[in-house]
Every structure is written in structure tokens, then in C-alpha cells.
């Protein structure tokens, strides 16, 4: 989603400069082309040769640079930019362009750029709460200037309170978001996430690999394109992203539930899910002890949640379009096509998990959708967060085409 993008970086001088570093590292890995520019303060905390290595191009600290003046340096680089991003971004820096003050290579720079431009402030809680700092803030968000709001937390001042930087990912998701198109503007889409956990006693349960991060990937990327997103989730260990509805469910009978009372008003349900096919028959209060030098479990049939959303759709008139996910060991396309008609979908991602960088636990994926009409699209390898784009670009057409 940021794939050849051109960001331009600023880092003022704060103790939160560090984690610029880190914010660096998530631009260029989802393919940004990015340029830093810092203020002479901030390379007191992170030097310049930090930056140039990490984005793999020259660093800007100086208004008037002998070389990059050639096609003066500051203009061309703000004539360039896609998106500005300043994190951290300071009171004095904040203060100075919302007063119209360019003295330097990143005052300059944000003054003469026509791209987006996000704040990421990160200052002691009394400049932030001061009235002259927010007059500032707000005098920007009025000229449409964007800000990614620090939170509560130990600050390095020692004050408790607001001013911390908001987290590298969160300002990231900013950035994407405000990169993106808003095609799903007024859309609500369901996605289910993760493995469910079936309990056998208190200590005990019957669970599988799966970590929720494709679910969690198409979750984001949905938001990020305007839709309304309803995230259920069964136990994982990712973080909440921001932005949407999460609803975290444990079993697949408390995820059927969810589902059911949601899916009259989504456009699409996703169900990226990987839900246990069966439970213990009987979940013991206490914890089952140990005997005999064999034992067995006796299991019932969960409900298929995604197939009885295909019943629904039949004997209804229910519009949403269903999404379901076929993770498989063999026969990868007649196994998703099974279950495409068994389960009435609109398309299967199917995926072989059998390989080392697709399917569970891992950032990429390799997938082939299969569409109702018999057609279908072969995902060579890419990031989930790709695949995330490529799944809903096909519901955002099925969408467009619906009368
Ligand atoms: N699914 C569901 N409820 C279930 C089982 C599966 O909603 N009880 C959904 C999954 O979320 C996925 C799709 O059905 O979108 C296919 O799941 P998968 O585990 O690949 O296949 P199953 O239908 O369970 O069949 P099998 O385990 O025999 O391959």
C-alpha cells in the first residue's frame, strides 16, 4: 500500500527521536522511498548516519546544502513528497509553521509542499495541554493538516500524562490511511480472525496454528479504506488496531453468535478464521486428572458459521457478500471449489499451508481466489497486507457491480 511511495521523513529533536528509527523501518518495509529530514536538535539524539543507512538515502539537515541546492534542495524534495510525516514533532517546530516561520530544511520543507502533511507530536504533558500549543494544533487541523495524537503515559521529563509519542505502528497506519483511496467509504465488512479455543476443562483446550494476522491484515486494510470494520477475533496475541470494532470471542459457538447478530448489516463477511471443526462433548469444571496410560476425548460437530451465513443468503434476501478462506494440505482447487458451492460463497482464498512462507504464523502468503462464476485469481507471493488489498479490491468491484 505504500509500495514506491515517496515519504519524507522529519525528526525534530526530542528524547521520542529513537523511535523514528523504528517508524523508518516499517516505511521502507512495506516499500516507501523515504527521505529524512532532520532538525540540527534532533540529530542530538540519533545521528544523521542512523537515518541514511535505514532508508538508503542521503540525509537533509541543512537549509542550504551545496550539492542538493543544484535544484534547490528543499523545494524539489518537497515537490517530490507523496506524504510528510514528522515524528517526533515538537511544540517550537508545531508553533513555527502554524505561524508561517520556515528557517529551516524542515520548516521550509513542509511550507513549500502541496503533499499531505501528519503530525506526530511527543512533548512534556504542561506544553502539551497549554493553550498557546493546542491554539496551534487546532489552527493546523483547520488547514487541513493531519495528527496522530500522543498518548497517556511515563514521560521523559518524568511528568505522567499526554505527550508520549503514539507508537510507530500507529502512525504508520495514519500514514497509510491517509495514502489510501476511500473506496469502501459507507461499507461495513465483518471479518473473523485467529484460531477458536475449545475447552476441555479449566486448564485445558483444543486449539490450531493459526495467528489471526491475515484476518488482522485484510481488518486494517479495510479501515484504511473508509470501510466501518467489525473485527471478531478468536485468542491471539496481536494487537488491537486501531480504529475499528473488536470483538474478542474465545469458542467458535460464542464466534457463531457474534457473526449472526451482525451480518444483516455488513456488505461483505470475511471469514479469515480458522475455526475448530469440533469440541469436547463435555467441558469438566474441575481439571480432568491424569489416569490409566491411555485416555480419548470425545468430540461433537461445531457449527460451520460460514455455512450457515450461505444458507441464510439462500433462503433470504440477504445481500452480503461471503468470503471464505479454504487452508489446505492437497488438492488445493477442488477443495475450494467444494467448498465455494457447499457453503453458497461468492469466493474462496484458498492456500496451501503445507508452505514455509504461506499460511499460518507467517507475514506472507500465497493464495488462488476462486470466484462463483468458476473464475479465478492466482496470488503469486506477497505480504498479508497485499493479499489484504488484492481480496478487497475484488469485494470493492463485486460492490460497484451490485444494483
Ligand atoms: N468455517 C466456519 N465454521 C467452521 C469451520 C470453518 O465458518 N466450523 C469457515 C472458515 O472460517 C473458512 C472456511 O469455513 O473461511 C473453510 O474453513 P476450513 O477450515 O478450510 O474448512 P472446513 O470447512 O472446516 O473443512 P475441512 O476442515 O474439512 O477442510
Redesign the pocket.
Known amino acids: 500500500m505504500l509500495k514506491d511511495k515517496k515519504i519524507i521523513l522529519g525528526v525534530c529533536g526530542g528524547i521520542a527521536a529513537y523511535k523514528a528509527v523504528e517508524l523508518l523501518r516499517l516505511f521502507t518495509k512495506a516499500g516507501a522511498d523515504v527521505n529524512v529530514v532532520m532538525t540540527r536538535a534532533a540529530s542530538e539524539f540519533v545521528t544523521p548516519l542512523t537515518f541514511q543507512t535505514l532508508s538508503s538515502n542521503p540525509v537533509h539537515t541543512e537549509l542550504f546544502n551545496l550539492i542538493a541546492e543544484q535544484e534547490i534542495g528543499h523545494i524539489s524534495l518537497a515537490d517530490r513528497a507523496d506524504l510528510v510525516v514528522i515524528a517526533p514533532a515538537t511544540a517550537n517546530v508545531i508553533g513555527k509553521i502554524a505561524s508561517g516561520i520556515a528557517d529551516d530544511i524542515l520548516t521550509t520543507t513542509v511550507m513549500a509542499t502541496k503533499a499531505p502533511v501528519l503530525f506526530a507530536p511527543a512533548m512534556n504533558v504542561n506544553m502539551y495541554t497549554n493553550p498557546i500549543y493546542q491554539e496551534n494544533e487546532a489552527k493546523l487541523r483547520r488547514f487541513g493538516y493531519f495528527f496522530e495524537s500522543p498518548v497517556t503515559g511515563a514521560l521523559a521529563c518524568g511528568w505522567e500524562g499526554s505527550g508520549k509519542l503514539a507508537s510507530p505502528e500507529a502512525i504508520f497506519e495514519s500514514a497509510a490511511s491517509i495514502l489510501t483511496e476511500k473506496d469502501l467509504d459507507g461499507r461495513t465488512i465483518l471479518i473473523?480472525a485467529g484460531p477458536t479455543r475449545e475447552e476441555l476443562d479449566p486448564v485445558r483446550y483444543i486449539t490450531n496454528h493459526s495467528s489471526g494476522k491475515m484476518g488482522y491484515a485484510i481488518a486494517k486494510a479495510a479501515r484504511r479504506r473508509g470501510a466501518t470494520v467489525l473485527l471478531i477475533s478468536g485468542p491471539t496475541s496481536l494487537p488491537a488496531p486501531a480504529g475499528l470494532q473488536l470483538i474478542k470471542v474465545s469458542s467458535?459457538v460464542e464466534m457463531l453468535n457474534e457473526v449472526m447478530v451482525r451480518v444483516a448489516d455488513c456488505d461483505a463477511v470475511i471469514?479469515?478464521?480458522?475455526?475448530?471443526?469440533y469440541r469436547p462433548v463435555v467441558r469438566e469444571s474441575s481439571k480432568i486428572k491424569k489416569s490409566g496410560d491411555s485416555s480419548s476425548i470425545r468430540l461433537v460437530k461445531?457449527?460451520?458459521?460460514?455455512?450457515e451465513l450461505g444458507r441464510m443468503k439462500s433462503s433470504s434476501n440477504l445481500q452480503t457478500i461471503l468470503v471464505?478462506?479454504?487452508?489446505?494440505t492437497d488438492s488445493l482447487a477442488e477443495?475450494a471449489a467444494i467448498?465455494l458451492n457447499l457453503?453458497n460463497l461468492d469466493m474462496i482464498v484458498a492456500n496451501d499451508v503445507t508452505q514455509s512462507d504461506a499460511g499460518f504464523n507467517v507475514d506472507t502468503n500465497r493464495a488462488v481466489i476462486f470466484f462463483r462464476d468458476g473464475s479465478s485469481k492466482s496470488c503469486d507471493l506477497m505480504s498479508k497486507d497485499d493479499l489484504a488489498d488484492v481480496i478487497l479490491d475484488q469485494i470493492a468491484m463485486q460492490i460497484r457491480e451490485t444494483p
Do not use: Q, S
Open positions: 473473523t467458535a471469514k479469515a478464521a480458522a475455526v475448530a471443526d461445531n457449527p460451520d458459521i460460514l455455512a471464505g478462506f479454504a487452508a489446505e477443495n467448498k457453503k
